[in-house]
């Protein structure tokens, strides 16, 4: 149990250093925070499909740091459409992920579904590694202010992408 307790906390501190980097990458390198929120979002969805499909009960456990609103929601009336709702989860994921390399009012459409996702995910606490999920909708929130810029002029002009550790 307490193996099981520690990877928990590891995943748990991973994903909100991922998600601090996010926010960082969404005002310094825009193009690295979509890559991130593509490649973020895609493997939620082929995650969610799987376990939707295969183990649909694992989600129950979403519960147990819901809030209470959510909690009765999980514990009720989801345990009869957990497949379903969770493969329509996994649809809106792929259509976020698919936005990212995509221009225009597409993006900030992506943009749009990515925050809130993030918000309506929040309430589960704990389980969505929050504030994760706020630190996401802040970066997805920067990126939809500054619209389908995928590269600065520097950058197209010398056909470089200023990467974090450049």
Do not use: H
Not at 61 to 89: H, K, N
Not at 143 to 159: D, Q, S
Request: proline share 4%; charged share 10%; net charge positive.
């Amino acid at each position: 149990m307490e193996a099981l307790d520690t990877t928990i906390i590891t995943v748990y501190i991973v994903v909100n250093s991922l998600s601090v980097l996010q926010l960082i990458a969404s005002f310094r390198w825009p193009l690295v925070a979509r890559i991130g929120f593509f490649v973020l979002f895609l493997g939620a969805a082929i995650i969610n499909t799987r376990t939707g499909l295969e183990t649909p009960w694992l989600y129950q456990d979403f519960a147990d740091y819901a809030i209470p609103l959510y909690r009765r929601f999980i514990l009720g009336s989801f345990e009869s459409i957990i497949t379903p709702m969770v493969q329509s989860i996994a649809v809106g994921q792929l259509l976020i992920a698919a936005s990212m390399f995509m221009e225009g009012n597409w993006f900030r459409a992506g943009c749009l579904g990515g925050i809130i996702f993030c918000l309506a995910i929040t309430p589960l606490g704990f389980s969505a590694a929050f504030p994760a999920t706020l630190l996401m909708a802040m970066a997805f929130y920067q990126l939809y202010r500054r619209g389908n810029n995928r590269l600065n002029k520097k950058e197209v002009a010398t056909r470089t992408l200023a990467l974090p550790f450049n």
